[in-house]
Structure formats: structure tokens, C-alpha cells
């Protein structure tokens, strides 16, 4: 009876295994997807290094993988089929294989706790796997070698990518000194920059911000490391040959039968040999691109310090480690000592090994660099591209290029490409240029600047301003309702400008209570047709002119802040810094009301009003985009060194994206005596949030 009862349990077991296989042929899928999207980004960059940005190894990539690997792991599972066995776990080691040569570049966007963590959890599955294939291999005696080979090649793979992980701190902490001192060169020359807008100098400028940020790009420094190209070109090699040797002996297929995981056994065979077929291309182009500009190396037989310095500034630190005055104090240390000696050394012999076989690749690649080198000064010569000014400007930003200790300078074929996909991201930026806002400027009078700049600068943000402004202008009645939605399409565009600037420039964030205000009134306005809760659209139709919507604005303004300074009893509270959101809202809103209604003209219309409103917007967003070159080229050089690349790319799109608009602000840019590169009299004017309702 007991027996029976197992074997229908057995089979109900068994009858739920090709859910299992779907779901190892779906996350093997997933897996492929992010490497054809990454390979997608980076052939549309020119970037054929392959930076890791779906592929990152990761809590995901490594639940995904460790899915994708259940064939080589299973132990229970009895396979009738001894040939579709093998090619199932024959694949699954191969794509990890892979997975693992593809995966090191993002190793350079990781901080210390990411890397400990992420590698711990890879090496723990990749041993695991290790040891479920040898286990089996050696109780059923069946393809020993066909499973054991691929395994140590992923052993081999682990230990370079650790080898890598092991020196990507060192290798950041050394980029960062060069960086600086690069970033003090560079700031001496941008004293240019500060009489106005020029797009030429502007560009030039920014390209040495560019030129820095790319080529001391983590994730660019370890693809082109001695270590990652010889996993690169070891992934290859054995890739190629052992997949042509097993195809000939006819190990690589599946044969029709019996399998527990169903049809989806081939299933998964196909989609990880299609994987495998991907990360092999990206490997060999990988290899190639490193060898091509290393073919000049002359440090092929040095250790460089950054590979070894994390594991002996270890070896040599006592940190953590409880010692007693006993000999059990003495071993440990002597324990911890010799440890760490030998990974020194078998670090050592890693990064050797690695430079040497770069060092013998090279004659197998030369003859295909020597092809390629004379196609591309033939096509150039095709086109009409002629050295001149571009030559000088590559000859002046390659001393920007920044390199780690005994590696060669990049050729100047790498520095063009570079500053062409800067221009590039500035055409894109052209192409999403906001027409909305350029409209908007349009209107501005220099006649008006007095009225708003003088009297409400002084206290609030920009985008404050602009908030409140635009919600008087909404609460006129008799506006058509195309104006409207005009004038909220030209904040919408503006205000992300204007943050820009605020978030750059503003060095002591004090502001953040403002900003966190305008956000939630903007969003509020923009949606609901509301500020603060009043209805903009019909709350205000019974007014018969602009100047009852103003007070009555005003009024409403003075209730809310102090109803609720009423209510507060924090002695701190006095500063509108202090406010919550909801009354740094009405503390502006009564301030700028009560400053338009001093210059209120005799039965002003409510047209006229909304003209003279769209005409102040104009105008406090032309004083804040004035600083928006200095804010860009700022931008530039404010992140960390895993960002700084994502950074400066938005920094140019941004440039293109406002090259008209500053082009109008720089024609006014005289009338609005702003100064554009005076940090504390911009954000001095932005903090000094002092004046509260007068009632």
C-alpha cells in the first residue's frame, strides 16, 4: 500500500516536471535577452568593449542564473536519455561559462559592499554547480569529460573575475587622484566661459569633461584589463574548439525520448546555445579591441600595484581581529599572513598569465589590425576627412585621457570616437529642444525686469516663482483654455531646466523644504487644476477683474500660514526655511501677490494681466538659465566615479537640448546683470528665505 502510494506520488512529482523545464528555458531566455540588449547599446554606441548595463551581476542576474543552471545541479532527477543528459548540462555549463566572461565589466559599477556580496553569491553558485556535476559524473560514470573539461574552464572564469573584483577598489581610488588633478588643469582654463554663452567653447570645454569620464569609466578600465580580454579570448577558444569537437562526435544534440522536463528539454538546449553563441561574439570582439590598442605595451612582464594593494594592505592590517597575549594570537596572525600571501601570489600569477597570453595574441590579431587600420584610413580619405583643426583638438584632448599605471595610451582612433558620440548625444539633444519654452521667452520685456526680478528674487527659488506665478495666471478668468494649456507646456519644459540649476548650483541645500514645496504644488497644479487645494479653474469666476483674484489670493495665502503658525509651537518655525510644504507655498503666493498688486495699473484687464504674468515667468526663468552653462559644465565634474560618465552624457544632451534657449538668454543677458558664475550671490539670493507674512 506504502509502495503504491509512493509511485503516485512519484508520478505527480513527475507530471509537474515540464513546468520546471519552461521555467529553466524562461529564465535562460531572460538571461539572452539582457545580452542582446546590451550588444544592441553598444553597437549603436560604437562601443565594442560591451559595457554591462542589463547584465550586471546582480541579486536578479544571479537568481536567473541559478534557474538557468537547475539541469547541471539536479541530482534526483533520473534522465532516461543518457545523450539528451549530456547536451543539457554540456549547454548549461557553457552558458554559465560565458555568462561569467560577459558579466566582469559591471564589476566597475559596483561600491566595496556590492562586490563582497555579489561575488560571494556567484562563487557559491558556481562551486555548487562545480560540485553537483562531478558528484554525478562520477556516480554514473557516464561523459566524464564532456562535464568535468567545461567545469574547471568555469572555475578558471571565477577566479579571473575575482582576480578582477580583488582590484577594482584600488583601481577607482587611483582613477580618482588622476581625475582631480586633471579637474584643477581644466578648471584653470574655464575662466573663459565666464563673460557668456558660446556653444563652441562651451562644447570644447565640456568635451575635456567628457574625455576624462569615459576613459576612466570603471566599467571601460576592467574590458580593457589585461585579465578580462584573456577571459575574453580563453572563453573563445575553448568555446569554439570544444563545441566543434563534441558536434563531430555527436555529444552537442538531442535525441528523441523519454525526458522528465518534456519537450522542453530541447527547448532549453536551443536558447543556451543561442546564448552561448552571443556572449562567444561578444567575447571575441572584446579580445579584439584590447589587443588592438595594447599591441605597443611594453609592461607585459610588471605587476602593477592596484592588482595586489587591497589584498596586502589586508595582509598587513590587524583590524578585526581579536589578539590575545597567547600563542593562539600568534598563529592567527601567522595564518592570516600566509593566506593571504598565497592569493597575493596566485594574483600575481593570474594578472602574469593573463598579459601573456595578450602578449602572444597579438601576432594572431595583428594581421586582421593592419586590415582593418588600412580600410579605415581609406574610407576616411573616402569622405573627405582631412587632419586640421579635429587633429588638434584630438592631439589636445588625448593628454585628458586617463590612463592607470603601466598601461598604453589609447589611440587616437578612441579619443575621435569618444568626441564623436559626445556630438552625437548634442544632436539628440537638438532634436528634443523645447519649443514650448522658446515661445515663452520670446515674450520677455526688459522693461518689466525690475518689477519681479528686484522685489521677489530676493526671497524665494526659481521654481517657486514659477510655480506661484503660473497659478495666478490659471486663477484668471476669461483666459481660454488654450492659453492655458500653452503656458503649462512652457513651465512643464522649463521647470526641469531651472532644477538643474538649483541642484547644481546649490552647494549648501538648504533649499530642499522649497523644493519639495514646488514639486508637490507643481504636480498638484498640473494634474488638478488646484493650488493648495483651491479649485483654480471655477474658484475664482465670480472675480470681475485681475486685481480681486490677486487679493483674494493674497487672503488665502495669509490664512493658511497663519492658521497654521497658530497652530505651531516650535520656536524654530519663525523661518520660512522651517515651513512645511503647504505654507512655503502660501508664504510665496502672498508675497508676489501683494508685490504685483503695489504696481497694479488702474483696471488692469484680466488679459492684460495674463500677458504681464506670462511676461514675469519669462522673466525669472531668463535669470535662472542664465547660470544654466556654468550648471552644465558643472554637472560635469559633481559625481562619483561610477557615474560621472551617465552624468556628463546627460550634461550634453542637456547642452543640445537647451542650445536655443540660452542663445535667447544670452542676448538679454546684460539687461538681467546676472552674474552667471558667482556661486554665493545666486544661492545667497536662493537661501536667504527670511521674510515671512507681514500681517
Known amino acids: 500500500m506504502d509502495h503504491d502510494s509512493d509511485s503516485k506520488v512519484q508520478k505527480q512529482l513527475d507530471a509537474a516536471m515540464p513546468w520546471v523545464g519552461l521555467y529553466i528555458a524562461a529564465a535562460s531566455t531572460v538571461c539572452i535577452l539582457a545580452m542582446v540588449a546590451d550588444a544592441f547599446n553598444s553597437f549603436r554606441r560604437k562601443k565594442l568593449w560591451f559595457p554591462c548595463k542589463y547584465t550586471s551581476l546582480n541579486a536578479a542576474s544571479l537568481t536567473l542564473l541559478a534557474v538557468a543552471m537547475k539541469l547541471p545541479m539536479d541530482l534526483n532527477t533520473v534522465m532516461v536519455n543518457t545523450v539528451t543528459d549530456a547536451a543539457a548540462k554540456f549547454t548549461s555549463l557553457l552558458f554559465m561559462s560565458t555568462a561569467l566572461n560577459t558579466l566582469m565589466p559591471s564589476l566597475g559599477s559596483m561600491n566595496d559592499k556590492e562586490l563582497l556580496t555579489n561575488c560571494v553569491g556567484l562563487a557559491l553558485l558556481v562551486v555548487t554547480i562545480t560540485a553537483n556535476v562531478s558528484i554525478h559524473a562520477i556516480e554514473v560514470q557516464r561523459f566524464l569529460s564532456q562535464t568535468m573539461i567545461p567545469s574547471v574552464v568555469m572555475l578558471v572564469s571565477l577566479a579571473m573575475l575575482v582576480c578582477l573584483a580583488l582590484s577594482v577598489s584600488a583601481m577607482k581610488r587611483s582613477l580618482k587622484l588622476k581625475y582631480e588633478e586633471k579637474h584643477r588643469e581644466a578648471l584653470e582654463k574655464e575662466e573663459e566661459l565666464v563673460e557668456g554663452f558660446n556653444m563652441a567653447d562651451q562644447r570644447r570645454q565640456m568635451m575635456k569633461y567628457w574625455v576624462m569620464a569615459e576613459s576612466s569609466c570603471p566599467q571601460f578600465v576592467i574590458a580593457r584589463s589585461s585579465v578580462c580580454a584573456a577571459s575574453s579570448m580563453i572563453?573563445?577558444?575553448?568555446?569554439?574548439?570544444?563545441?566543434?569537437?563534441?558536434v563531430i562526435h555527436g555529444i552537442v544534440k538531442y535525441v528523441p525520448g523519454k525526458s522528465p522536463y518534456g519537450v522542453y528539454t530541447k527547448r532549453?538546449?536551443?536558447?543556451?546555445?543561442?546564448?552561448?553563441?552571443?556572449?562567444?561574439?561578444?567575447?571575441?570582439?572584446?579580445?579584439?579591441?584590447?589587443?588592438?590598442?595594447?599591441?605597443?605595451?611594453?609592461?607585459?612582464?610588471?605587476i602593477e600595484s592596484y592588482w595586489i594593494q587591497t589584498l596586502s594592505e589586508c595582509r598587513n592590517s590587524s583590524a578585526g581581529i581579536?589578539?590575545?597575549?597567547?600563542?593562539?594570537?600568534?598563529?592567527?596572525?601567522?595564518?592570516?599572513?600566509?593566506?593571504?600571501t598565497l592569493c597575493i601570489g596566485v594574483q600575481s600569477f593570474i594578472v602574469l598569465t593573463s598579459k601573456s597570453l595578450i602578449f602572444f595574441s597579438?601576432?594572431?590579431?595583428?594581421?586582421?589590425?593592419?586590415?582593418?587600420?588600412?580600410?579605415?584610413?581609406?574610407?576616411?580619405?573616402?569622405?573627405?576627412?582631412?587632419?586640421?583643426?579635429?587633429?588638434?583638438?584630438?592631439?589636445?584632448?588625448?593628454?585628458?585621457?586617463l590612463l592607470l599605471d603601466g598601461e598604453v595610451e589609447l589611440p587616437t582612433r578612441f579619443v575621435r570616437s569618444m568626441c564623436r558620440e559626445a556630438d552625437s548625444m548634442i544632436q539628440i539633444g537638438r532634436e528634443k529642444k523645447p519649443s514650448n519654452l522658446i515661445n515663452l521667452l520670446e515674450k520677455f520685456d526688459s522693461s518689466n525686469t525690475s518689477q519681479i526680478t528686484t522685489l521677489v528674487l530676493a526671497h524665494d527659488c526659481w521654481t517657486l516663482q514659477v510655480v506661484t506665478l503660473t497659478s495666478i495666471a490659471l486663477a484668471l478668468p476669461n483666459i481660454s483654455q488654450h492659453q492655458r494649456k500653452q503656458l503649462l507646456s512652457s513651465v512643464s519644459e522649463g521647470l526641469p531646466l531651472a532644477k538643474v540649476v538649483e541642484k547644481t548650483l546649490d552647494t549648501n541645500a538648504k533649499p530642499k523644504s522649497i523644493r519639495k514645496s514646488t514639486s508637490a504644488t507643481w504636480v498638484e497644479l498640473l494634474v488638478y487644476f488646484k493650488w493648495v487645494e483651491i479649485d483654480l479653474r471655477n474658484g475664482f469666476l465670480w472675480c470681475r477683474n485681475s486685481?480681486?483674484?490677486?487679493?483674494?489670493?493674497?487672503?488665502?495665502?495669509?490664512?493658511?500660514?497663519?492658521?497654521?503658525?497658530?497652530?505651531?509651537?516650535?520656536s524654530n518655525m519663525g523661518n520660512p526655511l522651517n515651513f512645511p510644504a503647504r505654507a512655503v507655498a502660501a508664504n510665496s503666493?502672498?508675497?508676489?501677490?501683494?508685490?504685483?498688486?503695489?504696481?497694479?495699473?488702474e483696471e488692469e484687464s484680466c488679459e492684460e494681466m495674463w500677458e504681464r504674468l506670462c511676461v514675469m515667468i519669462a522673466d525669472v526663468f531668463s535669470a535662472c538659465l542664465t547660470n544654466l552653462p556654468h550648471a552644465i559644465t558643472k554637472m560635469c565634474h559633481q559625481s562619483c566615479i561610477e557615474k560621472k560618465d551617465k552624468t556628463v552624457r546627460e550634461a550634453f544632451l542637456l547642452l543640445g537640448k537647451t542650445e536655443e534657449v540660452l542663445g535667447i538668454v544670452r542676448r538679454r543677458q546684460k539687461r538681467l546683470c546676472i552674474d552667471h558664475d558667482n556661486e554665493g550671490l545666486t544661492m545667497s539670493s536662493m537661501n536667504d528665505l527670511v521674510v515671512s507674512v507681514d500681517c
Not at 548 to 566: G, N, P, R, T
Not at 589 to 601: A, E, F, K
Request: charged share 20%; hydrophobic share 45%; net charge positive.
Open 235 to 246: 572563453t573563445f577558444f575553448f568555446v569554439i574548439l570544444y563545441t566543434f569537437v563534441h
Open 268 to 302: 532549453i538546449i536551443e536558447i543556451q546555445f543561442y546564448g552561448v553563441g552571443i556572449a562567444v561574439i561578444l567575447a571575441m570582439l572584446r579580445w579584439f579591441v584590447t589587443v588592438r590598442f595594447r599591441c605597443s605595451s611594453t609592461n607585459t612582464w610588471m
Open 322 to 340: 581579536k589578539i590575545g597575549p597567547n600563542r593562539w594570537g600568534k598563529c592567527l596572525l601567522d595564518a592570516k599572513w600566509c593566506v593571504l
Open 362 to 401: 597579438r601576432f594572431m590579431v595583428a594581421p586582421f589590425v593592419f586590415c582593418f587600420s588600412h580600410i579605415n584610413k581609406f574610407a576616411r580619405r573616402h569622405h573627405g576627412t582631412s587632419p586640421g583643426d579635429d587633429d588638434m583638438d584630438l592631439n589636445y584632448l588625448s593628454s585628458y585621457v
Open 547 to 570: 486685481k480681486q483674484v490677486l487679493q483674494e489670493l493674497s487672503d488665502k495665502a495669509e490664512e493658511i500660514v497663519m492658521e497654521w503658525k497658530s497652530q505651531s509651537q516650535d
Open 589 to 601: 503666493m502672498y508675497r508676489i501677490c501683494q508685490t504685483i498688486l503695489l504696481s497694479y495699473g
